[in-house]
Every structure is written in structure tokens, then in C-alpha cells.
């Protein structure tokens, strides 16, 4: 399985370009899930779902599935931050898993920057940025020899995933 990250600040199109990324990948045959980190606690249930009630009862893991979804709810006992490894290992085999957020994560990553957001890019610190998605490469205010890419520009991020061979695929024995 080859993992990808996309890191960048809140509102500056990392959805919007994994989105059409999943598109353009799954054109060229590719069989692609994605891992989103969420900032706070979130609810994909809501009270008086069987679901919902099961959680409440105090159920550590409810698994609802049909005949053409399953989704898996688990709470833990005692707040925590699983690491993006912890998750990867919770996914079904692919040919891409794209990764949202993490930015601290020691997987391959592909900023998403905008200029017009002032924000400091992570490029110049984070040695696991293998490429900028960005809406004006020349504003970037490090010069830096990553590919840099448009924004949106899902086929160009695609070409560049799959002409690097294996340099995504993911390894879980590195990451134990």
C-alpha cells in the first residue's frame, strides 16, 4: 500500500485537492481510501440510532455494516491520540491511502499552502514534505527543490505519486 499525507492549516484546500485527487486516481485504476485526522470530537452518529444507543450502554466498539457500507465506531476508555500508524493499520489494503492532517506525522506529506493566508509553510522544517501544492509557487518565501504543484492540480499530484515508484509504499515494520 502506498501512504501520502497532505498537511496545511485549516481552510487552505487540502479536502478540496484530495477530493479530486481520489477522482483522478481512481480514473487511472487505482483502488484509494482516505485517513482524515479530526481537530476535535465529532459525531457521525446521533441519539436515538441503534448505533447511538449501543454507545451509550456503553459498548467499547459498535460495528454497524450493510450490504454496501460498514462503519465501526470505537471509543476510548481513556482519552488518547492514536498515532497515524495506529490508524494505518486499521485500513484495508490499497493501492493509496491519502492521509489529512497529521502534520506532525512521519509519513511522506504534501503541503497545501496558499499565500494569501500569511501562514509560515512547514517545508522549510519538515524533512517528510516531498512536495508543495500551492496557489503561487512564486510567492513561496523559501526557494526549495520539491516539486511544486498548482492548486487544485490533481493530475499533476497524481503523475508525481505514480511516477515515483516505490517511494510511498508504506512499510508497518518501520513504524511498530
Known amino acids: 500500500m502506498n501512504v501520502i499525507g497532505f498537511c496545511g492549516p485549516s481552510g487552505v484546500g487540502k479536502t478540496t485537492l484530495i477530493e479530486q485527487l481520489v477522482a483522478e486516481l481512481k480514473k487511472r485504476g487505482q483502488r484509494v481510501s482516505v485517513l482524515k485526522h479530526a481537530h476535535k470530537t465529532f459525531e457521525i452518529d446521533y ?9 451509550q450502554a456503553g459498548a467499547l466498539e459498535v ?3 450493510s450490504g454496501h457500507r460498514l462503519a465501526k465506531m470505537r ?4 482519552p488518547g491520540r492514536p498515532t497515524v500508524h495506529q490508524l494505518i493499520a486499521e485500513m484495508v489494503e490499497v ?5 489529512e492532517g497529521f502534520k506532525d506525522a512521519d509519513i511522506p506529506k504534501v503541503e497545501v499552502w ?11 522544517d519538515d524533512p517528510f514534505i516531498v512536495g508543495i501544492a500551492c496557489d503561487d509557487g512564486t510567492a513561496l518565501p523559501q526557494s526549495t527543490l520539491r516539486p511544486v504543484f498548482g492548486l487544485p492540480d490533481p493530475v499533476a499530484v497524481a503523475d508525481f505519486l505514480i511516477s515515483s515508484g516505490d517511494r510511498f509504499t508504506y512499510n508497518p515494520e518501520h513504524h511498530g
Open 95 to 99: 493501492d493509496w491511502l491519502l492521509v
Open 114 to 124: 496558499r499565500s494569501d493566508m500569511k501562514t509560515v509553510p512547514f517545508y522549510t
Open 75 to 78: 471509543e476510548y476508555e481513556v
Open 63 to 65: 460495528l454497524i455494516a
Open 47 to 55: 441519539p436515538g440510532k441503534d448505533t447511538w444507543r449501543h454507545r
